[in-house]
């Protein structure tokens, strides 16, 4: 900041960089849930042999893949909700800003007229 802003100042633009930052992370996680947990919430065959599925290891395994796999979907959602609020922080405070500058206007323009 150049001192020429007192108070708060935001640079245009930059609440939209950054979701557009962030919307990919959502995805990205839940693309890492389908490829390394997403294979080991169903197993197949013998995946842990018969005393596996015998002894409920291999269901409570597929379980725990479950939900973890549930889990990192909900971390995407929450990373597509930073994007969203981030976007509507942008329209926010160009709506207070419009609304500041209309109301400096109109005082400048009351000041000029007792003048």
Known sequence: M???HSGFH???GAYTRYAREVDPLGEDVKGA???HVGPHVTLGGDGFSEMGGE???SGAY???MRALQEKMHRVGG???QVGEAARQTDRNYAAVEAEHGDFVRRL???LGRDA
Do not use: K, L, N, P
């Open 55 to 57: 002894s409920g290891f």
């Open 10 to 12: 935001v640079d245009d």
């Open 78 to 80: 929450g990373w597509r």
């Open 62 to 64: 597929s379980g725990r």
């Open 33 to 35: 849930a389908e490829r």
């Open 108 to 110: 400048g323009g009351d």
């Open 2 to 4: 150049d001192g020429s």
